[in-house]
């Protein structure tokens, strides 16, 4: 499956932008989806993941109170709507998929994107 993710930007702190990421290649209601981010010098660390339904989803603790994960199976598309926005949120975003007969909670995906750029201001 290849992945395309788009939306990215510079947005004020307190501010929110909703990323998307389209698919294709593959039947897209059979891959569970995930957002990563990366920043610079850091780890890529995950972000949200959502189950091949949609009808379950999963957050790190650090967003979870500030974004929400969602997909559109008619679309091929997964979103990322990202709300409260801060400095430290500032990465390279990046969605990744894997099939649903993986476990959703864990963190270990196969496909991915590449990714598209947040740059939060102060």
């Known amino acids: 499956v290849q992945l395309q993710a788009s939306g990215g930007g510079l947005v004020q702190a307190g501010g929110s932008l909703r990323l998307s990421c389209a698919a294709s290649?593959?039947?897209?209601?059979?891959?569970?989806m995930g957002w990563f981010r990366q920043a610079p010098g850091k780890e890529r660390e995950f972000v949200a993941g959502?189950?091949?339904?949609?009808?379950?989803?999963v957050y790190a603790d650090s967003m979870k109170a500030r974004c929400t994960i969602s997909r559109d199976n008619a679309k091929n598309t997964v979103y990322l709507q990202m709300n409260s926005l801060k400095p430290e949120d500032t990465a390279v975003y990046f969605c990744?998929?894997?099939?649903?007969?993986?476990?959703?909670?864990?963190?270990?995906?196969?496909?991915w994107g590449q990714g598209t750029q947040v740059t939060v201001s102060s």
């Open positions: 990744a998929a894997k099939g649903r007969l993986l476990r959703l909670s864990s963190d270990e995906y196969f496909y």
């Open positions: 290649g593959r039947t897209f209601s059979n891959y569970h």
């Open positions: 959502i189950s091949d339904s949609g009808r379950s989803t």
